[in-house]
């Protein structure tokens, strides 16, 4: 018979992703950028919170990293709009990581302060597990998606600094229980604040924007 050796491994084993997180987080905190971590399922409307949310940017010059795992459709759009956008292509990758956002930072030009919307591949599990030099984690749900994600996805609930509830529109269409939602993401995160949002008809972003505003790059 053979013995079992039992180790005991110390080191996380994301150290070195949380190492390149930690000084883009403070480079970009050097220069007055706030970083903002756009995570959610696909479809959830993270491209349309973002154009929603830009013209109630009161001093805060908008910048954009778009990631997806393949085209390029979300910045071609924001670009023709007129706001510094950047691509990654993670081509197949679930989730963006620091180095990525590292070498993209350094080749993106910082003109004014501001805060760059980092648009994370849609998927609730990956982008909450990896820091990537964010200040803030805003997290987008869906009233379509249904009212027990925070049950099912508990660390993106947990982690998240800002929720954003979309489509709320559609509240009298969909079976959406917002008392069972709100119940969930309490027990995972009792004082993250939540807005009730609507990419249809812009309700509630002018609100997400001045919360945005009144956060330190620190």
């Known amino acids: 018979m053979h013995d079992v050796i039992r180790l005991d491994v110390k080191e996380n084993i994301h150290s070195e992703n949380d190492h390149i997180a930690d000084h883009v987080r403070q480079h970009l905190s050097e220069d007055g950028i706030l970083v903002v971590n756009v995570m959610g399922a696909?479809?959830?409307?993270?491209?349309?919170?973002?154009?929603?949310?830009?013209?109630?940017?009161r001093k805060a010059k908008p910048y954009v990293i778009e990631g997806d795992i393949e085209s390029d459709i979300d910045t071609v759009d924001l670009q023709n709009m007129g706001f510094d956008t950047y691509q990654i292509n993670t081509f197949g990758a679930c989730h963006l990581d620091a180095p990525l956002i590292h070498d993209a930072i350094h080749k993106m030009d910082f003109d004014k302060e501001g805060i760059l919307f980092i648009e994370n591949i849609g998927n609730l599990v990956c982008p909450a597990e990896f820091s990537i030099g964010e200040h803030i984690k805003m997290l987008i749900s869906t009233v379509t998606e249904g009212s027990d994600k925070p049950y099912k996805y508990p660390l993106a609930f947990e982690k998240a600094d800002i929720i954003l509830i979309n489509k709320c529109d559609l509240l009298p269409y969909v079976d959406f229980d917002e008392d069972f939602f709100m119940k969930g993401v309490r027990a995972q995160n009792k004082d993250v604040p939540v807005f009730k949002v609507s990419g249809k008809t812009g309700e509630g972003y002018r609100e997400v924007a001045a919360w945005l505003e009144s956060r330190n790059p620190d």
């Open 42 to 57: 696909p479809g959830v409307g993270k491209t349309t919170t973002l154009k929603n949310i830009f013209p109630h940017l």
